[in-house]
């Protein structure tokens, strides 16, 4: 059984920066993923960003060049820094770990962007 948990979030004025953070814990061999989605309201969960275990990262266009993603391989943590940060960025961010043909989830963690 793998166990995510997610640090971080919070309120912030447009332009401003965040730090979120997620630690899995369990059963992980190497060869994982692990990554950001969001949700705001009324919208679709989507992919942020995510990063491979071999050190491969993606990025959806609407965060390129503001957030970056790194992950320590030995602790199984990822983090997602968050830079200029605009108001439709507001939304639930979830943590995500795919392994072994399954997606793990964290509980979720709110990032509020005030205009």
């Known amino acids: 059984q793998v166990q995510v948990v997610e640090s971080g979030g919070g309120l912030v004025q447009a332009g401003g920066s965040l730090r979120l953070s997620c630690a899995a814990s369990?059963?992980?061999?190497?060869?994982?993923?692990m990554g950001w989605y969001r949700q705001a309201p009324g919208k679709q969960r989507e992919l942020a960003a995510r990063a491979s275990s071999y050190g491969g990262t993606y990025y959806a266009d609407s965060v390129r060049g503001r957030f970056t993603i790194s992950r320590d391989n030995a602790k199984n943590t990822v983090s997602l820094e968050m830079n200029r940060l605009k108001p439709e960025d507001t939304a639930v961010y979830y943590c995500n770990v795919q392994w072994n043909g399954a997606d793990y989830w964290g509980q979720g963690t709110q990032v509020t962007v005030s205009s």
């Open positions: 369990g059963t992980i061999f190497r060869d994982n993923t």
